[in-house]
């Protein structure tokens, strides 16, 4: 079993729709998560932390789960720029030898 | 966006040749990275370096080296370029241990 995983997709959403998606992961101790945005041929770029309380970042909301593992990213009335592939990356290191995994990702496409 | 550059962007070489990737940071963080990213794998960590002089490996270490002498640069060695490290090749760096930010990759064609 992977240490994270993500459904990879393609999600294939009109625009102005509600899509969420979700990344499980397996290391209890975790204590950090993030989602990143990564355009084709581009680096990832950090979208946005998730906090245990549940974060909002205008069209986006991150939620945690620790008792399930797992963390969401909700986007509201998608925008055709938000077609990309969407990374959920979890820290497990408590020391200096960090321990960062990232998620294969999940593609989404917005279409007009 | 973060001063991380790479270099070169892209690369064609032949097996068995020994090539270097280099990142360099204007941002004078502690953390430095390196990343191999193939369809089905995601993102894979090569090598790390939580200083200068001090590295680590990652999952995926194996024909690679690493160094980095100043804290703004981070080089990456393939020894002996194979067909099976034709990647691309990020270079991320952190502040403190959690949150990265990358540099613009390499692409390395193995022939």
């Known amino acids: 079993r992977k240490e994270v995983e993500q459904d990879p997709g393609p999600f294939n959403v009109p625009e102005g729709a509600t899509v969420a998606f979700n990344c499980t992961y397996s290391?209890?101790?975790?204590?950090?998560f993030f989602w990143y945005r990564q355009d084709c041929r581009k680096e990832p770029k950090l979208l946005m932390s998730?906090?245990?309380s549940g974060n909002e970042d205008g069209r986006f909301t991150a939620q945690l789960n620790r008792a399930s593992q797992y963390i969401s990213l909700l986007i509201r009335d998608s925008k055709l720029s938000d077609s990309a592939t969407y990374l959920c990356?979890?820290?497990?290191?408590?020391?200096?030898?960090?321990?960062?995994?990232f998620g294969s990702g999940t593609r989404l496409s917005i279409r007009p | 966006d973060a001063g991380i550059t790479q270099s070169p962007r892209h690369k064609v070489t032949e097996t068995g040749t020994p090539v270097t990737l280099r990142c360099h940071q204007t941002?004078?963080?502690?953390?430095m990275y390196w990343y191999r990213q193939d369809p089905g794998h995601g993102l894979r960590l090569i090598h790390y370096?939580?200083?200068?002089?001090?590295?680590d490996k990652g999952e995926v270490s194996d024909g690679y080296s690493v160094s980095r002498s100043k804290t703004e640069d981070f080089l990456l060695t393939l020894e002996s370029a194979t067909s099976s490290q034709t990647s691309v090749y990020f270079c991320?760096?952190?502040?403190?241990?959690?949150?990265?930010?990358f540099g613009a990759g390499t692409r390395l064609s193995v022939l």
């Open positions: 941002e004078n963080h502690r953390y």
């Open positions: 998730v906090y245990s």
């Open positions: 370096s939580y200083g200068v002089k001090d590295t």
């Open positions: 991320a760096i952190s502040g403190d241990r959690d949150i990265q930010y």
């Open positions: 290391n209890s101790a975790s204590q950090s």
């Open positions: 990356v979890v820290n497990t290191g408590h020391s200096s030898a960090s321990k960062i995994i």
